[in-house]
């Protein structure tokens, strides 16, 4: 990437000590420029929290370098804490606070003065709409409006970096675009974003960068049209199998990405098939439904999230491995432009 | 100056978020420190004048003793298993003054208590106190001390082994240690023992603060409990900065 590059992570690696000694970080390295929104996707147990603990300083890695505006963040975690601000994946408890209070009193932990973080406080609040909730006892607000609240907490005064760990969950669809919005602001105002994510969809349009973390490495580190690049132009087909009946073998102008599983252990099967052969495709999907050996197919344009999946879930099969616990979580979003067919 | 600044409004965070169960950790203060009072009352029937000072001093010193070496770490054991203390830890904040910022929330909230606890004692046991003009210096330094062993242990222990620790130190507190009778009823090796530890030297000194006329502060003790002092913040410290 860049050179000036805000955080720098050159070969960090992280082992957990204990009886399962689990290998977080393995020689994971990444540029975050100032302006950009760099994406970190990965399995659940990746690595990725563990990466962003050793960038706010709670977690010391065993090897490699941390970065931030030049600082040593491993030598001088302190002056790291001034640079960076984060929101943790878990909810910060703030029982006994409302979300205004608790945005406010952090913005001036951070060091603002007082009427500016009354003003950011206020944007923040009406940007994410907030509002009805913004003066509401903590205890009484939804997950999601807890979640945008700690997302203000961390935006009220940006650090240099801004990490933000899985920063749409519980939010609803309105505000989650509110939030994305936001995200984007936090970049084109200068900061350095690094954003853990699951909403593969939803981050596609704002990231810069992505970087795909499988078991502690990286396993793709691209522009999100860059990694699309093997499968532009594909489609994507999901069949939805009958339970109980065996499921169908795929045509040939079809390139399997999951299969259901032994004994139909799995009631979905995931390919992919060029333009060209769409119209094969759904006619030979159509016999499928009729014949009553499948529940429903959809036909999709080939998106980031099957790059993601092909990416770490086909490892996964091609080793043996239970696939359908190795699937990526991913947001069950009404995907829009899909063509869907099913028993009439 | 900032310091000052960012230690008031983390303690400020800290009461607020407390500010639910307030009232009833002010009411469980002021009811330990005067059940602790009238209770040796009963255990011992009517004492002598000079354990009855020993009785009343006793009290204030068990409370503020247990603000920081019980009521600290329990609050630190609770923010740890709700996960809110990791995400204070990526605030730009000095580390001691979490430390600072959570001695100044209770020792507010044990005020009361401790007021309290010295007119019970007062009144139970008919004694006349002579107050030392430096008696809130010595407060502090007792609270402090506490305070930075209890935020010490609930950092570096597991919040469950915490939570039976500081237990377990309420009853050696109160039954074991000579802050409300004197030394020589304990066994030799135990009166040793605590030469060396820091409670005995914290009581001798709140009993010296407020019964001046009786009681005198042993130098020796006052250097056993400053280097306690010192040793314990930067203990505190220490595993404040812990990383994993």
């Known amino acids: ?344 | 100056m900032t310091a000052v600044r960012q230690t008031l409004l983390l303690a400020q965070w800290q009461f607020r978020r407390q500010s639910q169960a307030l009232p009833l950790v002010i009411v469980v203060q002021v009811f330990l420190s005067i059940a602790t009072v009238l209770g040796y009352g009963l255990l011992i029937g009517n004492p002598t004048p000079e354990f009855a000072l020993y009785l009343a001093t006793g009290a204030p010193t068990i409370t503020l003793i247990s603000v920081g070496l019980i009521m600290t770490p329990q609050v630190v054991a609770q923010s740890k298993t709700e996960g809110s203390l990791d995400w204070m830890r990526t605030l730009p904040v000095p580390r001691p003054l979490f430390l600072f910022s959570d001695l100044l929330v209770w020792s507010l909230l044990a005020l009361p208590g401790m007021v309290l606890g010295v007119v019970a004692g007062v009144l139970r046991f008919h004694v006349t106190l002579s107050i030392a003009p430096w008696i809130v210096a010595a407060a502090l330094l007792v609270s402090v001390t506490s305070a930075a062993v209890g935020e010490a242990m609930a950092t570096l222990l597991p919040p469950a082994v915490a939570q039976i620790i500081t237990q377990m130190l309420v009853f050696i507190v109160l039954l074991f240690t000579p802050v409300s009778f004197p030394a020589d009823r304990l066994p030799g090796w135990l009166a040793t023992a605590h030469e060396y530890l820091p409670v005995e030297p914290m009581a001798q000194l709140i009993r010296a603060g407020l019964a001046q006329d009786h009681f005198s502060m042993p130098g020796r003790a006052l250097v056993v409990l400053i280097l306690w002092c010192v040793a314990s913040v930067l203990g505190a410290v220490a595993a404040l900065r812990h990383r994993q």
């Open chain 1, 1 to 344: 990437m860049t050179a000036v590059s805000t955080l720098t992570i050159r070969d960090l690696s992280k082992r957990y000590r204990g009886r399962s000694g689990v290998q977080a970080n393995d020689g994971i390295s990444l540029d975050v420029a100032p302006g950009s929104v760099v994406g970190l996707l990965g399995h659940n147990g990746a690595g990725k929290t563990t990466l962003v603990n050793q960038v706010v300083g709670l977690v010391r890695p065993d090897a490699g370098t941390i970065r931030i505006d030049g600082v040593d963040a491993i030598a001088q975690p302190h002056l790291a804490r001034k640079l960076v601000s984060i929101q943790a994946q878990s909810n910060v408890p703030i029982t006994g606070l409302s979300p205004r209070l608790a945005i406010e009193l952090v913005g001036r932990i951070r060091g603002a003065a007082r009427g500016d973080v009354t003003r950011r406080t206020e944007y923040l609040i009406d940007a994410l709409d907030l509002g009805p909730w913004a003066d509401t006892p903590a205890e009484k607000v939804s997950g999601g409006i807890a979640r945008l609240t700690a997302f203000a907490m961390t935006a009220v005064v940006p650090g240099h970096v801004v990490v933000l760990d899985e920063p749409t969950n519980d939010v609803d669809p309105v505000r989650r675009r509110l939030l994305w919005e936001q995200i984007r602001i936090l970049a084109d105002d200068g900061a350095a974003l690094l954003l853990v994510t699951h909403n593969v969809r939803e981050a596609e349009r704002v990231v810069d960068h992505l970087v795909v973390l499988d078991v502690g490495k990286v396993l793709a580190a691209d522009t999100p049209a860059g990694l699309a690049e093997p499968l532009r132009g594909a489609l994507t087909v999901e069949l939805d199998l009958t339970p109980g009946a065996a499921a169908p073998a795929w045509p040939s102008i079809v390139t399997p990405v999951a299969d259901a599983g032994p004994g139909g252990s799995r009631l979905r099967a995931t390919g992919t098939v060029r333009p060209e052969d769409a119209a094969d495709l759904v006619r030979w999907a159509q016999e499928q439904v009729n014949a009553r050996r499948i529940e429903r197919y959809a036909l999709t344009p080939a998106s980031l999230e099957d790059v993601y999946i092909r990416l770490t879930g086909l490892e996964q099969t091609a080793d043996g491995a239970d696939e359908g616990t190795a699937r990526p979580q991913v947001a069950a979003d009404p995907e829009t432009g899909s063509t869907t067919g099913g028993a009439a």
